[in-house]
């Protein structure tokens, strides 16, 4: 009874984590749109005109995810963060047996514990912007050394989670010096290559001129965050058993 229960748990947290990940982007683009078309940070039912300056909203669509940290859903952006955070943080995985396993060192503790650790770099340090934000609920923006630092804590963080997807969720469990190649270690495969395929073009689009040509759309970078968080997400759910299983051995 008792392993049945830690197996249980782990399929809970897997679940939420999942769910989170996919539900983020849409999330912030809801309540930002939401919030905007009703104009609610002008309504002097909730907010107090004489201490409050006007609230200037822009557009709904934002460049990335990141900037939702700026605006009325910046408290989902940071929250859903966070949260993903502690989950990883308790996500201790399966114990390996150090020999028989070639990534015996490459725990489910130890990479998530560093995913969560990131995430967290994630909230505490924002990302930069190269213009001024009219939609600031906050008092600044972030320097370039802390934008810089956000968006290598964001890229770390997709690498561990590729990481999960393309070794960890792949383990055999009778054989240790194996990967699956079935039909689920195949979808895990093919997600964590996903997240690498678009970090890789992120950083072509971010370090070359790519980025200012006029047949990209302004919201390239939100779109392929998007991506990478259906990816992650679509994983995370297989494994904890969300998506019904495409096998019929189960963990």
Same mark, same amino acid.
């Not at 809970?12 to 999330?27: C, E, M, Q, T």
């Not at 514990?113 to 994630?122: E, K, N, Q, R, V």
């Not at 600044?140 to 890229?155: D, P, Q, T, W």
């Given at each position: ?13 897997? $679940? ?34 004489? $201490?409050? #300056? ?17 605006? !009325? ?24 047996? #150090? ?10 503790? #130890?990479? !998530?514990?560093? !995913? ?7 909230? *505490? ?25 956000? @968006?290598?804590? !964001? *890229? ?22 194996? @990967?699956?190649?079935? #039909?689920?270690? $195949? ?13 890789? &073009? ?40 969300? &998506?019904? *299983? ?6």
């Amino acid at each position: 009874m008792a392993a049945s229960s830690y197996v249980i748990s782990y399929h809970a947290i897997r $679940k939420l984590i999942g769910i989170l990940g996919l539900a983020l982007p849409f999330l912030c683009l809801g309540v930002n749109s939401i919030v905007n078309g009703l104009d609610l940070l002008n309504d002097s039912r909730f907010i107090d005109d004489e $201490k409050s #300056r006007p609230y200037l909203a822009g557009v709904n669509l934002k460049s990335s995810i990141s900037h939702y940290y700026y605006t !009325a859903a910046g408290p989902i952006f940071t929250g859903i963060l966070i949260t993903v955070a502690i989950f990883l943080f308790c996500y201790k995985g399966y114990p390996l047996q #150090r020999r028989k396993d070639y990534w015996y060192w490459l725990t489910d503790n #130890r990479l !998530a514990t560093f !995913a969560a650790s990131c995430a967290l770099g994630i909230v *505490a340090l924002p990302t930069g912007s190269g213009e001024p934000i009219t939609d600031n609920i906050h008092i600044y923006v972030a320097s370039e050394g802390a934008g810089s630092m956000h @968006l290598i804590f !964001a *890229a770390l963080f997709f690498l561990a989670m590729s990481v999960f997807c393309i070794i960890n969720f792949r383990r055999h469990p009778d054989e240790p010096r194996k @990967l699956k190649t079935d #039909r689920e270690g $195949k979808l895990y495969l093919v997600c964590g290559c996903g997240m690498i395929a678009s970090l890789l &073009i992120l950083a072509v689009y971010s370090f070359t001129p790519l980025s200012k040509t006029a047949w990209l759309p302004y919201w390239f970078v939100y779109l392929m965050e998007t991506i990478m968080l259906i990816f992650f997400g679509v994983a995370w759910l297989v494994k904890g058993r969300t &998506i019904p *299983a495409l096998n019929k051995d189960e963990e």
